[in-house]
């Protein structure tokens, strides 16, 4: 296994090895690749689509497979409910030096693939990915807050169906993929409703060991409090709100090509257990900051728990 990275978010994988260079520089790229070959490649540009498409065009010739990772974001807002991979997608340029928008900038990765290797990629659609070293800090933040303890705010319902994968499950099935040779786009997270918002947060209450006391509040009352979903409060979507669509996409296609996502409590611990052996991942400036504003949350929660929402009617 060959990697190419710049060389300044970590150590590069067991047995792998090494080669650095910057990507948006197609003359350092292509020194680093060399006259190899390689049976397949993954590519994780999520930035100007040009850069995919000079990695594309250096490595035609030498690879039989391309997979990307794209993502759903490629929809046309808003997303319709339990659309699958023949959805509208959003404008895009395989040729733009832009990377701002990220849903034209993953499209525009696509269409930079497509030129060089049609019929020999897979898109891999994927939507929220959890799991360790998750850099934007989705998990991480909530397994902090509930670590600290106390009332933490919540977010109903509690059976909220949760759509996301696994980043080692993402992994896997696209390996697996350049070895059955598939190709085309495919929604790759797991079925809506595989975790929770319930058994997410209670698994990252078991792997704290934590006192914390899971607050449920419904959606309406987050609503008019302003709290911003997906972001203040990482991973949730109103259920009654455009964005429910972001954990109900079709993925019979994926499914039927072999995807297999575990358990929501590996995922969790698994995470805990990475933070707790390296501690918190920067955070990165090109995504937004997570996590609701600790005073912020006082307020609603003094709100959610006063005697009148608390005390069982009669």
């Not at 490649?41 to 065009?57: E, F, H, N, Q």
């Not at 509208?88 to 900038?105: I, K, L, N, T």
């Not at 099935?173 to 079925?191: H, I, P």
């Not at 319930?198 to 009352?221: G, H, K, M, Q």
Request: glycine share 8%; with cysteine.
């Amino acid at each position: 296994m060959t990697t190419v990275t710049r060389g300044v978010s970590g150590a590069p994988a067991s047995g792998a090895q090494a080669r650095y260079a910057d990507r948006a520089d197609t003359g350092e790229l292509e020194a680093v690749l060399g006259e190899d070959t390689w049976d397949a490649v993954i590519d994780t540009w999520s930035l100007a689509p040009r850069v995919v498409r000079d990695s594309a065009r250096l490595l035609a010739d030498r690879t039989d497979h391309y997979g990307y990772v794209s993502s759903r974001s490629v929809y046309a807002w808003p997303i319709p409910p339990r659309g699958d991979e023949t959805a509208p997608v959003v404008d895009a340029d395989a040729d733009s030096e832009e990377g701002d928008d990220y849903a034209a900038a993953k499209m525009g990765g696509e269409l930079a693939v497509l030129r060089y290797f049609d019929g020999r990629a897979v898109f891999a659609r994927a939507g929220l990915i959890l799991g360790p070293y998750e850099r934007v800090g989705r998990m991480p933040w909530w397994l902090r807050r509930i670590e600290r303890g106390g009332d933490v705010l919540a977010p109903g319902p509690r059976d909220l169906p949760l759509q996301y994968i696994d980043c080692r499950d993402l992994a896997r099935w696209m390996l697996q993929a350049a070895e059955d040779g598939r190709s085309g786009a495919f929604n790759t997270v797991s079925r809506p409703g595989h975790a929770t918002m319930e058994s997410l947060l209670n698994a990252a209450v078991a792997a704290t060991a934590s006192d914390a006391r899971l607050v449920w509040t419904e959606p309406e009352i987050l609503e008019s409090a302003g709290v911003q979903e997906w972001t203040e409060l990482p991973v949730w979507a109103n259920p009654n709100g455009e964005a429910a669509s972001l954990h109900d996409g079709n993925v019979d296609a994926v499914y039927a090509a072999g995807l297999v996502c575990r358990p929501v409590q590996d995922t969790v611990t698994d995470t805990w257990h990475w933070l707790q052996a390296e501690g918190d991942p920067d955070v990165r400036p090109d995504r937004p900051i997570h996590g609701i504003d600790p005073e912020k949350e006082r307020v609603i929660l003094a709100t959610v728990l006063t005697p009148r929402n608390t005390t069982p009617p009669g």
